[in-house]
C-alpha cells in the first residue's frame, strides 16, 4: 500500500510539474494554412501520456513536444492521418486516440446510447399511445394562461 | 419489474466503482501496458554516453537478453529507483544496459559519478527520438529484451525490490530456461 | 480561535444532524408532533456549528495559521488575502466542508420558506437532507479533516496551485455547489412524498421552485468554470469534455429533464414517477460528480488527490443514499398512471421527447466518462473517450431538441392543433433558411457555421414570435408571468448558445508563431504586431510581460500583455491577454523565448482570434437567468389552504378516474 502511494506521489509531482507550465506554444514550419490545421486537428485528437488528461495540441510536456515534433515530421514524409495514428498505436497502444475506434471491445462505447435511446423511445411511444387513448385530451379554453 | 431497473442499473454502477477503487488501488492507474510486448524491439542505433565516437545497435546486443533501463538526471523518480539498481543489478544474472533519456550528456555523467554506476554499458538518446519507437513516456521504464531481440517485459516507473522479486526474476528465469 | 474548536463544532454539527434526520422521520411515522417539531431548531443548531467551523478554518487562513496542516498546503505569505479565501476551498478537505455549509444554506432557507406545507412533510424533507449531511460530516471527520495540525509549525507555507488564482476560481465551486447541493431539496421532496405514500402532486408544485433556481446555479457555476479554463488554462477552450467537467454536466443535463418533468406532473398530473425518478437521478448524479473527483476511480487534469479510503467511504455513502432511495422507489412508486390524457401532438409529447433525449445524453455522458474504466475491468485494454466520442454523439442527440424547441411555447397541453404549429414551422423555417443562404456567402461555406446561424435563427424567431404574440394578444400585466418569461429567456439562451458554438468552433484561427520585436503576424484578419518583452511583478509573482499591438486594416484595435508569472516556490503560469468583443474574442499567450542568447528577443506565441465565443458563455447565462426568472413565479408560494383543498379535490378526482 505504502509502495502505491509513493508511487502515487512521484507521479502527482511530475503531474504537477507538467500542469502548471500550462501550454504548449511551439511554432513549427508549416508550408500553408491547410497543414497548419490538418496538423491541430490531428494532435487535438491524440493523448498526451504522462499528462492524462490532455492532447497533444495543448500539453506542455516535453514529451508531447517530442510526439507532436514526430507527428509533423510524419506530416512531411507524406503519411496520412491514418498512418499517423497507427504508429503512434503500435508504439503507446490505443490509449492515445481520444477517438476509439469501433471494434468489439468499443462497440458498447458507441452503440450503447443508441441502445438506450430506443429502449427509451419505445417507452416514451408506449406511453404516449397509452395516454392518448387513455381519454380524449381535455383540451383546456385559451385563456391564455394556459400555456 | 420496470420499478427496479433503476436500482439494477445502480448496483451495476456501484459494481464498477468498487472495481474501480480496488484496480487504482492495486495498480499505477498512470500505467499504460506497451503494446510492443512480445514484439521485436525496435532498431536502435545510440551512441556510448562515456564515448560518443561508439555506437551501440540492436544487432550488436543480439544473442543474449538483457536488461535496458530508461532514465535521466533531471528524473525525480529515477533517483529514487537508483539505489534499488545499485543494490539488485548485480543479481540479476544478466546486463543491465543503461538508457539515458533526453539528458545533457554532462549532466547524466556527473550524476552517474555522485550516485554509483549500476549500468554494463549506458547509452544516450539525447534527442529522445528512438524512446519514441520503444514507446517511452517517461522516466524511468525498464525493458527486458530476449537474445532474439524480441521485448519480454516492461516496466513503467520505478523499480522496487518487491517488483524486481516477483516479476523481473521470474521474466528473467523464463527465458534463461527456454534458452539452454 | 484554535482550529480544535472548529473540529468540535464539527462533531456538535454532526450530533445535531444524526438529531434531525432520525426524530422527525421517528415522529412522522407515529404521528408525534413534538419530535417532529426536533427538524427546524436541529437543522438552525447544524447551520450554526457548520458555519462556525467554517468561519474558524477562514479565519486560520487568513491568519496565515501555518499550524494547520491544510493551511500550510494551500497558502503562503505572500498570497492576497481574496485568494487566502479562495484557498479554503481550494483543495479537498475544504471544499467538502464548504459543500456541507451550502448544504446547510438550502436547508436552512427550505425550513424557513416552508411554513405554508404540511409538517409530517416538512418533518421528513429536512429529516432527509439530515441524512445527506450525516453523511458528509463523518466523511470529513472521518477521512478529510481540515483541522488537522501539522507540527513544528513552518514559517511558511506552500503555494495555493498557480491554476487557482484567478477570480473564476473564487467564484466557482461555491456556486457550482449551490448547484449540485440544490437538487438535494428535489431530492428529498421526492423521498418524503414517497415515504408519505401519497399521490397527489401538490409537493411537485412546492419543488419547482427549488429546482428551477438549484439548475440556475449549476448553469452559472459550468459557466464559471468553462470560462475559468478558457481564460486561465489558456488553452483557448472552453470545454473539454473532462471527467470533471462531465461530473457536473450530468446532473444538468438530468435537471433540464427535471424542469420540465416537473412542469408536467405539476400541471396536469401525468409523469408522476418518470418525475420522482429523475429528482432521484438529478441529486444521486450530483453525489456522483462530487465524489468521482475525489474518489481516485478517474484521473484528470483538476481531480482532487485521491485515497482509497475515501473512495471507499464515498462507495458506502453512493450505496446508502442512492441505493436506498432507488430501493425505496422501486417500492413505492406510484403504481398507477394517473393524470390527464393526452394526445400525440401535446405539450407533454413533446416534453416527453425531450426528456429521453436530455436523459440519453446524460447516459451517453456517463458511459463516456466510465468507460475506460469498464476497458479495465473487462480487460480491453486502457482506452482513452475523448471530446471526438461525445463531439459526435452530443450534437446527434440535441438535434431533435433544437428541432422541436420553438414549437414548445405553442403546443397546448392535452392535445394541439396543427394550423398554429404550421405557421411557426413556415415562419422560423424561411428565417432560418434566409440566414443560412446569408451566412453561407459570408463564411465561404463552412457547413458548421452555416449550422449554427440557421439552427439558433429558427430557435430564435421562435421565441421571438411568441413573445410578439403574447404582447398582440394578451392584457398588459398577465403577458409574461414569471415563469413564462423564464422558460422564454433561457430558451433564448439556447439560440445564443448554438451561435457562439457552431460559429467559434468553426471560424477561430489559431497560430503557433515565432516572433522578434516588430514581427508582424497576420490571423483571421488581424494584424499581431510583437513589440517584446518587459519585467513586471504582483503581489505574490514575477512575470515576462509580452506587449501585442493588434490592428486591422492600419487601425488599432487593442494592445495586449501577455503574461508568463513566476510564482513563489517556482511554479510557472502563463496568463493570457484576452481582447472581448462581441462578435470576436483576440486572445493572446506567451510561450517560451526561441533565443537563449536573447540577441533578438525572439518569442514563441499563440495568436488566436475567437469569433462570437463570448456568445457561449452569454447563452449559458441566459438559461441561468431563465431558472432564476422561473423560481421568482409567485404562483409557486400560493398559500396552503386555498392550494391544499384544491390538490386534494383534485387528487381524489383523479384516483376515481
Redesign the interface.
Known amino acids: 500500500?505504502l509502495?502505491?502511494w509513493?508511487?502515487?506521489l512521484?507521479?502527482?509531482?511530475?503531474a504537477?510539474a507538467t500542469?502548471?507550465?500550462?501550454?504548449?506554444?511551439?511554432?513549427?514550419p508549416f508550408r500553408d494554412h491547410a497543414e497548419?490545421l490538418r496538423f491541430?486537428h490531428l494532435t487535438?485528437?491524440l493523448?498526451c501520456?504522462?499528462?492524462?488528461?490532455?492532447?497533444l495540441a495543448?500539453s506542455n510536456a516535453?514529451?508531447a513536444r517530442?510526439?507532436r515534433h514526430?507527428v509533423f515530421e510524419l506530416m512531411q514524409q507524406g503519411k496520412s492521418d491514418a498512418e499517423i495514428k497507427q504508429y503512434l498505436?503500435?508504439?503507446?497502444?490505443?490509449?492515445?486516440?481520444?477517438?476509439?475506434p469501433v471494434n468489439a471491445?468499443?462497440w458498447?462505447?458507441?452503440f450503447?446510447?443508441l441502445l438506450?435511446?430506443l429502449a427509451?423511445?419505445v417507452a416514451?411511444g408506449y406511453?404516449?399511445r397509452?395516454?392518448?387513448?387513455?381519454?380524449?385530451?381535455?383540451?383546456?379554453t385559451?385563456t391564455?394562461?394556459?400555456? | 419489474m420496470s420499478r427496479l431497473l433503476p436500482l439494477l442499473g445502480f448496483v451495476l454502477l456501484a459494481t464498477l466503482l468498487g472495481f474501480g477503487i480496488w484496480w487504482n488501488s492495486a495498480h499505477d492507474p498512470t500505467a499504460v501496458p506497451s503494446p510492443l510486448i512480445n514484439k521485436p524491439a525496435p532498431a536502435y542505433a545510440l551512441p556510448k554516453l562515456d564515448d560518443p565516437a561508439q555506437t551501440v545497435t540492436k544487432e550488436a546486443m543480439l544473442g543474449k537478453p538483457y536488461l535496458v533501463n530508461v532514465f535521466a538526471s533531471w528524473c525525480f523518480a529515477c533517483g529514487e529507483e537508483h539505489p534499488v539498481l545499485m543494490a539488485e543489478t548485480q543479481g540479476l544474472g544478466i546486463p543491465v544496459v543503461g538508457y539515458d533519456y533526453k539528458d545533457d550528456p554532462n549532466d547524466a555523467k556527473a550524476w552517474l559519478a555522485k550516485h554509483g554506476n549500476p549500468y554494463s554499458l549506458v547509452i544516450a538518446d539525447e534527442s529522445g527520438h528512438t524512446a519514441i519507437d520503444f514507446g517511452v513516456y517517461g522516466a524511468p521504464e525498464t525493458f527486458l529484451i530476449d537474445g532474439k531481440g524480441v521485448i519480454r517485459y516492461k516496466r513503467i516507473g520505478p523499480l522496487t525490490p518487491d517488483v524486481i522479486a516477483q516479476q523481473l526474476k521470474p521474466a528473467i528465469a523464463a527465458l534463461q530456461k527456454e534458452a539452454p | 480561535m484554535t482550529p480544535e474548536l472548529g473540529q468540535l463544532a464539527l462533531i456538535l454539527a454532526l450530533l445535531l444532524a444524526l438529531a434531525q434526520s432520525t426524530l422527525p422521520l421517528l415522529g412522522a411515522w407515529r404521528n408525534n408532533r413534538a419530535l417532529m417539531a426536533v427538524a427546524r431548531p436541529a437543522a438552525s443548531g447544524q447551520a450554526v456549528f457548520v458555519a462556525l467551523a467554517f468561519a474558524i478554518l477562514v479565519s486560520a487562513f487568513l491568519h496565515f495559521d501555518f499550524s494547520v496542516q491544510y493551511v500550510a498546503d494551500n497558502s503562503n505569505l505572500q498570497l492576497p488575502w481574496y485568494y487566502r479565501i479562495a484557498a479554503v476551498w481550494g483543495a479537498h478537505e475544504g471544499s467538502m466542508l464548504l459543500w456541507v455549509l451550502i448544504l446547510n444554506v438550502w436547508t436552512i432557507a427550505l425550513a424557513l420558506f416552508s411554513r405554508q406545507l404540511p409538517e409530517v412533510f416538512v418533518a421528513r424533507v429536512l429529516a432527509v437532507l439530515g441524512i445527506i449531511s450525516v453523511g458528509f460530516l463523518c466523511f470529513i471527520l472521518f477521512t478529510s479533516n481540515p483541522f488537522g495540525r501539522l507540527l513544528p509549525m513552518p514559517p511558511d507555507g506552500a503555494d495555493l496551485n498557480p491554476i487557482l488564482q484567478d477570480p473564476g476560481m473564487t467564484f466557482h465551486p461555491p456556486v457550482l455547489y449551490m448547484g449540485y447541493v440544490g437538487f438535494s431539496v428535489a431530492f428529498a421532496f421526492s423521498i418524503a412524498a414517497l415515504l408519505g405514500g401519497s399521490m397527489e402532486q401538490s409537493w411537485v408544485r412546492w419543488a419547482r421552485p427549488w429546482t428551477n433556481a438549484a439548475w440556475g446555479f449549476l448553469s452559472c457555476g459550468i459557466v464559471a468554470g468553462s470560462w475559468w479554463a478558457y481564460a486561465e488554462l489558456g488553452w483557448g477552450g472552453w470545454w473539454f469534455w473532462d471527467p470533471v467537467e462531465n461530473a457536473s454536466f450530468m446532473p444538468w443535463l438530468v435537471g433540464v429533464a427535471l424542469i420540465h418533468a416537473q412542469a408536467v406532473t405539476e400541471k396536469r398530473g401525468s409523469l408522476r414517477a418518470w418525475t420522482i425518478l429523475l429528482s432521484l437521478f438529478a441529486f444521486s448524479l450530483s453525489l456522483l460528480g462530487t465524489f468521482l473527483v475525489r474518489s481516485g476511480i478517474l484521473t484528470s487534469v483538476h481531480a482532487f488527490a485521491s485515497d482509497p479510503r475515501r473512495g471507499f467511504y464515498i462507495l458506502c455513502f453512493l450505496a446508502v443514499v442512492v441505493g436506498g432511495s432507488l430501493l425505496l422507489y422501486a417500492l413505492r412508486a406510484p403504481k398507477v398512471a394517473g393524470g390527464k390524457a393526452f394526445a400525440l401532438v401535446s405539450r407533454e409529447s413533446a416534453i416527453l421527447i425531450g426528456n429521453l433525449m436530455f436523459t440519453v445524453a446524460a447516459a451517453m455522458v456517463l458511459l463516456g466518462t466510465l468507460f475506460p474504466l469498464l476497458g479495465d475491468a473487462l480487460n480491453l485494454g486502457k482506452i482513452s473517450v475523448g471530446p471526438p466520442y461525445f463531439g459526435l454523439l452530443f450534437p446527434l442527440l440535441m438535434l431533435p431538441v433544437v428541432l422541436l424547441l420553438p414549437f414548445g411555447p405553442y403546443l397546448r397541453w392535452g392535445k394541439s392543433d396543427a394550423p398554429l404549429l404550421r405557421q411557426v414551422l413556415v415562419r422560423a423555417g424561411i428565417a432560418a433558411a434566409a440566414c443560412a443562404v446569408i451566412a453561407a456567402f459570408l463564411v465561404q461555406g463552412q457547413l458548421k457555421a452555416i449550422a449554427g446561424v440557421a439552427s439558433a435563427v429558427w430557435v430564435g424567431v421562435g421565441v421571438l414570435l411568441y413573445v410578439l404574440r403574447r404582447w398582440r394578444e394578451m392584457p398588459a400585466g398577465r403577458r409574461y408571468p414569471a415563469e413564462m418569461a423564464g422558460m422564454l429567456l433561457a430558451h433564448l439562451g439556447v439560440a445564443v448558445f448554438l451561435i457562439g458554438v457552431l460559429l467559434s468552433e468553426s471560424l477561430s484561427v489559431t497560430r503557433d508563431v515565432r516572433m522578434s520585436p516588430g514581427h508582424v503576424a497576420s490571423v483571421g484578419g488581424y494584424d499581431f504586431r510583437f513589440d517584446g518583452v518587459t519585467q513586471t511583478r504582483g503581489p505574490n509573482w514575477e512575470a515576462e510581460q509580452g506587449m501585442v499591438t493588434v490592428s486591422r486594416k492600419g487601425e488599432t484595435v487593442a494592445v495586449m500583455h501577455p503574461q508568463k508569472r513566476t510564482y513563489a516556490h517556482e511554479q510557472v503560469q502563463t496568463t493570457s491577454a484576452i481582447d472581448a468583443g462581441i462578435t470576436r474574442d483576440l486572445y493572446v499567450a506567451l510561450g517560451e523565448p526561441m533565443d537563449p542568447q536573447h540577441v533578438e528577443g525572439a518569442w514563441a506565441l499563440r495568436l488566436y482570434t475567437k469569433p462570437f465565443i463570448r456568445w457561449i458563455w452569454g447563452g449559458g447565462l441566459l438559461m441561468m437567468l431563465g431558472g432564476f426568472v422561473s423560481a421568482a413565479d409567485r404562483r409557486f408560494r400560493v398559500k396552503r389552504t386555498a392550494e391544499a383543498t384544491q390538490t386534494a379535490a383534485a387528487s381524489v378526482q383523479e384516483s376515481r378516474a
Open positions: 500500500m509502495r502505491a509513493r508511487i502515487a512521484v507521479f502527482a509531482l511530475l504537477i500542469a502548471v507550465a500550462a501550454q504548449a506554444i511551439d511554432p513549427l497548419e491541430q487535438s485528437e493523448r501520456l504522462v499528462c492524462q488528461d490532455e492532447n495543448d516535453d514529451f517530442d510526439l514526430k498505436v503500435d508504439r503507446y497502444s490505443e490509449f492515445v486516440l481520444y477517438d476509439p471491445g468499443t458498447l462505447l458507441w450503447g446510447p438506450i435511446l427509451g423511445g416514451v406511453t404516449i397509452k395516454r392518448s387513448r387513455a381519454g380524449t385530451p381535455a383540451t383546456p385559451d391564455g394562461d394556459d400555456w
